[in-house]
Each structure stands twice: as structure tokens, then as C-alpha cells.
């Protein structure tokens, strides 16, 4: 809905005439990426009754974070991901700012006589798998801890669906299609790995289940009869 709205008002003789240009994307790249992974750090929820009660919340989660002691993967992490938002903001935008090499020319072409309409190779082949994938580790015990990072390459993909709505010079209905195709290609990818991913785990033991009080009064009048 977010994306419909960009097109259409960059729809203005304006922007179509190149009179004026739009200039966040850079910015609609980034912005929700840091919104995402705020939101994970502080864990707002919404579930406490008053303001007070979250921002406490926040307070404390926060202090537990910055008080974690820091460990050399720690740093390699933070430098490998600071180096992909550089490359993911460089090639972002009509003008991007580095060149595409030959083999992914290729790669592009091919998937322009397969599927007629390419879909955007971050959102495909990064992005929508990620954020499947990261969904799925999020409610498994072994994978909670790698949900955060996931999810973070996960709003790639959707970020580049709005984006691909900020490229006037490409008709719409084809900017749908593309759009259609990297989220049934990218969505087919993501649930492949996250099934793979679960089929590797050791299955884990049920835990029983404590009886409720109800069902312990109902247990002694029996025993009692």
C-alpha cells in the first residue's frame, strides 16, 4: 500500500518530465532498516498499560544491552554489516553509484527469458528468503538468536519493493509484475531454507504439561468417590 502511494504521488508532470526528482531514497533505504532493528532492541510491544510501564521496560533492556561485556565477533559482525549497508546504499537509487559486473548481467538476462519480468535480486534471493527465515528461527528455541540479524537483511526486501516504485521511468504494470515475481521467487526460496534449516535440528523433547487447578480438584472428587 506503502508503494502504490509513492507512485502515485511521484505520478506529477513534474517528476515525469524529470523537472523534479525524488531524493529519499537513500533514505527510505536506511530509515526503516534502523526502525526494525530498534523496534527488536528495545522489544516495544504495546503490552504494558501505560507508557510509564514500556518505557521502564525499554530503560532496562537497553542497560542490558550496552552492558554485555564486547567480543572480537562482535566487531567483526558490526564492520560486515556496516560494509553491506555501504553497497546496499551505493547500488540503490535510478543512478547508482557502482557498476554491476558481468556475470550478474548475465544472470539478470536469464531471468528476463525465464520469468519474463526479472524480479530484483535483493529482494529475491536476499530479502524475502531472510525474513522467512528469520520468522521462523524467532519462534524456535535454537534459533532466537539469530533472528535479529535475519529480520534486519529481511526489511531489504521490503524496502526494495517501495523503491522499485520510485523508478518513474518504468511503467507501472511491469514494476507490479516485478514486484509479484521476486515475492512468489523469493517467498518459494525462504521457505526451502527455513524447511531445510528445521529438518537439521534435533527434535527437541515435550516437556510435560503441568495440570491446571480445575483438573487437580477434579482428580481428588474422583479419587474421593
Known amino acids: 500500500a506503502g508503494a502504490v502511494f509513492v507512485a502515485a504521488i511521484l505520478s506529477g508532470l513534474p517528476y515525469l518530465v524529470k523537472v523534479q526528482s525524488f531524493a529519499g531514497i537513500k533514505v527510505a533505504t536506511v530509515v526503516p532498516i534502523a526502525i526494525v532493528g530498534l523496534v527488536y532492541l528495545t522489544g516495544m510491544s504495546g503490552d504494558f498499560d501505560s507508557w510509564d510501564e514500556e518505557r521502564h521496560a525499554i530503560i532496562l533492556r537497553l542497560r542490558s544491552f550496552f552492558d554485555e561485556p564486547l567480543r572480537i565477533w562482535h566487531l567483526a559482525a558490526f564492520l560486515i554489516g556496516a560494509v553491506a549497508l555501504v553497497l546496499l546504499v551505493a ?5 547508482s553509484g557502482v557498476g554491476v559486473s558481468e556475470l550478474e548481467l548475465r544472470f539478470r538476462s ?6 519474463g519480468i526479472r524480479p530484483r535480486t535483493k529482494e529475491f534471493m536476499v530479502g524475502h528468503p531472510a525474513l522467512i527465515l528469520g520468522l521462523v528461527m524467532a519462534l524456535h528455541p535454537r534459533g532466537r538468536r539469530w533472528a535479529l540479524p535475519l529480520l534486519l537483511i529481511g526489511a531489504i526486501g521490503q524496502v526494495g519493493m517501495l523503491n522499485s516504485f520510485c ?13 509479484w ?8 526460496l525462504g521457505f526451502v531454507v527455513a524447511f531445510a534449516w528445521l529438518s537439521m535440528q534435533p527434535r527437541m523433547k515435550r516437556v510435560p504439561r ?5 483438573e487437580l480438584e477434579e482428580y481428588v472428587d474422583e479419587d474421593d468417590e
Open 91 to 95: 547500488r540503490s537509487g535510478n543512478d
Open 110 to 115: 536469464l531471468l528476463d527469458r525465464v520469468v
Open 167 to 179: 523508478h518513474l521511468h518504468s511503467p507501472l504494470k511491469v514494476t507490479l509484475m516485478r514486484t
Open 181 to 188: 515475481n521476486g515475492l512468489w521467487t523469493g517467498s518459494l
Open 210 to 214: 503441568r495440570p491446571t487447578r480445575r
